[in-house]
Structures are given as C-alpha cells and as structure tokens.
C-alpha cells in the first residue's frame, strides 16, 4: 500500500509538474500559409491598396493585391477595416543584451576595453528578453541591438525579434560601432574643466586614429599573404572588412562641432562605408551630411535640446530638416537603452507633427533602415518575394489609440502576448485578495 500511495504521490508530482510548466511557456507562433484578406496595405514603396489582400506561404510574401485569389487550405483572417504594414525597424536598441540595468548580472552591453570592435553583439542575445515580445506586438519586428561603453564597443547587429538561438533571430546586417570622440559634457553630472575635456577628447582622437592607421597597415599585410602571413589579431581582423568597405562603421556623434570633427575624420580615412546614428544636432550640419552622402539612423525624437537656448522642438524637427536637406534618413526609438522601443512609431509620429512628410516618416521606419542596413530585399515593404514580416493594426500606426492586431515575422505569426499584456490581464479584474470574515 505504501509503494503504490508512493507510486501515486510520484505521479501527481510529475502531473502538476507538467501543468506548472506549460502554464508557464509562452505561446507558440503559428507557421502555414495565410490569407489575410479585406485590408486596406500600406505597401510603402508601391503605394495603398484598398480592399486587398496579403498571401503568406513557406516565410515568404506570395501575393499582394486588390484581386488576389485565396489559395486552397490557406487560414483565412478578414482585416475589413484593418491596415497592413512592414514590419517597422528600429535603428539602435539594446534588446536581448539589457533586462535590469541596475543589476550587473542582467546586463550584457559592454566588455572591459576602449577597443573592442572584436566583441560581437549577437552573441550576446538573450532570445528570451522581456522586452522581446512587448516590443514585437506593438509592430516592431526588427531591431539593431549595440554594444555600449568605450570608444570601439563592438560590433552591433540587425535581429528578428522571434527565434530560439541569435542565429535564428539575425537579420542579415552587422557593423563596428565608433562613439566619436566627444568635445561636450556627458551630462550635467559631468564636473570636469573644459580643459579635460578637450585633452580627453584630443586623446580618444589620437586612439581612433592609431586603430584606422593599425587596420590600414594589417589590411596591406593580410592581402599581400593572402591571410597566411598575419598573426592572430581579433581588434584588427574585425576592423579589414571595414577598411575594404565590406562592413559599415556606425559612428555615434551628436553635436555640431563632433559631426564637423566626423565628416573630417571620414574623408580623410577614406572611409568607405560610414552610418551616422544619433545626430542630435544634424540639422546644424544637415547640408554637409547630405553632400558627403552619409546616412542617418537619429533618435530618440521624443527628447530634449541639447542646449538650453535651444527651441523646445529642436530634437521634434531633427529628423524632417535633415530629410529635406536631402540626407537618407532612418528613425530610432533610443540611445540609452531604457527599453522603451515598442514607441518607435510615435517617435516618427513626433517627427511628422513638427516638419516631416509622413509618407517620408512611414519610410523612416521600414524600408529606410532597411536599405541602410542593407536588406531592403527582404524587409521594409509588402512585396512578393520579401520575408511576411508585417503587422495588422486597426488605424493608422502613429495614433496611440491605434492597437496591433497580428503580427507576422518571416511568415511565423505571433502570439500577440507580453509580460505587459499579462499583466493587464491580471489586475484589469482584480481580486482584493483579503480574508472576508
């Protein structure tokens, strides 16, 4: 009798064990073919269509248009009136490598070092990142993720915010990131004399100098021997590809007189593939960066001026004076890493309220980051042949009132569930919780 109440005590044991631990998972996504039918699309780069529908096959967009037939045993979903858009890209964001930042072990931002452009973000990715699904059911499917810290922190990449492992989240796009040397305060904490701060500046100058003159010179080395004649080096074997124009150096810089220094630096390295991010103050220098035809990944929108006589909009209208100077211009949500990424699109929406076009705010946000980052054919738009990375809303996507609906990323729909969203759940009806006798 005892080894069968044992037996059974085992077995309840491992039954509640089960139900605990499937409670506890987060939904699946869903892969198949889908048809998502009666839904005004904003393609982005082909225009609106009315009444149309969106075919989802095998990852990929199959079919795009106002008469489109359904093919048999796709799941049908009516979007009558819903809006379809491109999954939306923020340009800088530190998802999968910050969960807590007052808590060293929940941060994985930055290693010990100035120059580290070995250090590889993607590696880094937790998958299972909290911020993850809050940001990917607000329509935000792809993402930059950056080191922070130092002046070569490393080397960011572009992931899909769905997947088990960081190699199944990359997106196909990575590069060294520079934080410029920088002649202001860090902040108003900052307490150093001005002379620090320009020796202090003159020194991380002379550091980023002697890299690019290392990189050169093993570059030569590598190609005249073909790789075989080099000794190991992961500083400069990471930065050859970026001297050889293979790899984009994304050079964090600010203010005026730092993109000044930047473009300077820029042209006399012969630099051949440069992404300028942050750019506070571009549009001090907007007619600059648009001839040295540098493109521009800027946030957050939504901040204060950088100084204090400064209008109030100056940061609201960054974005639309540079793009109507003719800089190529991309939107981000921050540069501190708060994650507060699920409001890209109200970023963009500030942008548009203070100057931008919105048709060039929308592109801002999809298919601009996606040419900058070099996957514009596979991300960005809603064309047959790119990835099924969009998302279904009931209004226009700037709106805060506007709720997302579906969200599909490389043809896997999306459980529309976050930590937030449980939460909601919960204390929507809460229960007091107290004895009532």
Known sequence: MRKIQSIYGIVIAVICFIVIHVEAQSPKGKYGTFALTNATIETITQGTIANGTVIISNGKITAVGANVQVPSGAEVINCSGLKIYPGMIDGGTRIGLLEIGQIPQASDTREKGDIIPQMKALTAVNPNATAIPITRISGVTTVITAPTGGLMPGTAALINLHGYTPDQMYAGFQGVVVNFPSTGRRGFFDRRTDEDIKKASEKALKQLNDVWDKAMQYHKLDSATKGKGVTYYPEMQTMVPVVRGEVPLMIEVNAQKDIQAALKWVK??????????????????????????????????????????DRYDAIYANAG?????????????????????????????????????????????????????????????????????????????????????????????????????????????????????
């Not at 969009?390 to 709106?399: A, K, M, Q």
């Open 321 to 437: 004076m540079m793009k109507k100077a003719g800089v190529k211009v991309a939107i981000r949500s921050e540069e501190d890493g708060n994650g507060n990424y699920r409001n890209l699109p109200y970023h963009a929406g500030f942008a548009v309220a203070y100057g931008m076009n919105k048709e060039d705010a929308l592109k801002a946000v999809t298919i601009t980051p996606a040419e900058i980052f070099n996957v514009s054919d596979k991300l960005g738009s809603i064309e047959v042949g790119k990835d099924a990375t969009l998302f279904v809303c009931d209004g226009d996507i700037f709106e805060t009132k506007t709720q997302v609906r579906h969200v599909f990323i490389s043809g896997w729909m999306m459980p529309m569930q976050s930590r937030q969203t449980l939460l909601y759940d919960e204390f929507l009806k809460r229960e007091p919780g107290l004895n009532k006798n």
């Open 268 to 309: 006399e390295k012969k630099v051949k593939k440069v992404i300028f991010t942050g750019v506070s103050e571009g549009w001090r220098e907007a007619g600059n960066i648009a001839k040295a035809n540098i493109p521009v990944v800027t946030g957050p929108v939504i901040a204060i001026p950088n100084r204090e006589y």
